[in-house]
């Protein structure tokens, strides 16, 4: 069993960073595709990053791409996503996710374990 603990939310103005981390215990994930996904009050869940086993692929929905930046730390269990430039309608639930089926692109509906999720809150 994997447990996901995810950290760095809080509140920051528009045109600012965060730095999302997603602690992994449990067992190793370092084969693990991972990714972030969000929600927003009223809206369904969507993808925000991933990336494979090895970092050696990353994919970022189009509405971040160029702001965001996913990575991970193998071994420390890790993985994180940069947030840098952020706007009023990057504000929601992040959660991290790992796909113990695939070793490259993670999707939700095949995510295995989930974390709690942190908030983003991105003031105008």
């Known amino acids: 069993q994997v447990q996901l603990v995810e950290s760095g939310g809080g509140l920051v103005q528009a045109g600012g960073s965060l730095r999302l981390s997603c602690a992994a215990s449990?067992?190793?994930?370092?084969?693990?595709?991972m990714g972030w996904f969000r929600q927003a009050p009223g809206k369904e869940r969507e993808f925000v990053a991933g990336?494979?086993?090895?970092?050696?692929?990353?994919y970022y929905a189009d509405s971040v791409k160029g702001r965001f930046t996913i990575s991970r730390d193998n071994a420390k269990n890790t993985v994180y996503l940069q947030m840098n430039s952020l706007k009023p309608e990057d504000a929601a639930v992040y959660y991290c996710?790992?796909?113990?089926?695939?070793?490259?692109?993670?999707?939700?509906?095949?995510?295995?374990?989930w974390g709690q999720g942190t908030q983003v809150t991105v003031s105008s």
């Open positions: 990336i494979s086993w090895s970092g050696g692929a990353i």
């Open positions: 449990g067992r190793t994930v370092s084969s693990y595709a």
């Open positions: 996710a790992a796909d113990g089926s695939s070793r490259y692109r993670i999707h939700a509906s095949s995510a295995d374990y």
